[in-house]
């Protein structure tokens, strides 16, 4: 992370889980923060940290989304799943073009929309495809940051992913200051 930029922030643990961004302030509307961003966990990284002008706030939208979403999430279908399979459930009901019929493939994706995490979350996302999966007291993410990648995954206790959220969210609401 060698880019410049004027505001440098992190939430959360990186060794653990954090939210890394920085603002980069642009002549922009006040609530408009632009800037980089990524999550990590110690060598993992999911995002795009050198992509630069990311408007953020389109990826605010996209956690909060997420943190209203976690209490519905049925961690049941997962438990026990390894991360290849939990990715292979979501992905295909989401994603895969396959012999399904309308009726089916609305009701696969009114199920599985809730576990889609940052696929198409903003710039800093826009090589990668995530889910998130609840395993009771925590959430693993799963990502793969190419389509040749091999699948990754963080886990988290849901506390530490809903405070390290908030964080995030709070720094956007403040206009990234």
């Keep these: ?21 920085a603002h980069d302030p642009f002549g922009s509307e006040p ?3 632009f800037g980089r961003m990524c999550i990590r966990a110690g060598d993992k990284v999911l995002g795009d940290f050198d992509e630069p002008a990311c408007m953020l706030n389109v990826t605010a939208s996209h956690l909060q989304a997420i943190l209203e979403r ?3 999430m049925d961690g049941a279908i997962f438990q026990g799943q390894s991360d290849a399979l939990a990715w292979d459930i979501i992905d295909n009901a989401l994603y895969l ?52 990648d091999a699948l990754e995954s963080m886990n988290v206790e849901v506390g530490t992913f809903c405070a390290v959220v908030r964080g995030f969210l709070d720094w956007i609401d403040q206009g990234g200051n």
């Design 31 to 33: 609530h408009h923060v």
């Design 70 to 72: 976690i209490p519905q």
């Design 97 to 148: 073009d396959d012999d399904r019929s309308t009726e089916e493939i609305v009701a696969d994706s009114k199920r599985f929309f809730r576990y889609d995490f940052l696929t198409n979350g903003g710039e800093s996302f826009d090589n990668s495809k995530s889910f998130i999966v609840r395993d009771g007291d925590s959430v693993r993410l799963l990502f793969k940051t190419g389509d040749d």
């Design 1 to 21: 992370m060698t880019s410049e930029v004027s505001i440098y922030r992190h939430f959360g643990d990186l060794a653990q889980f954090a939210i890394v961004c």
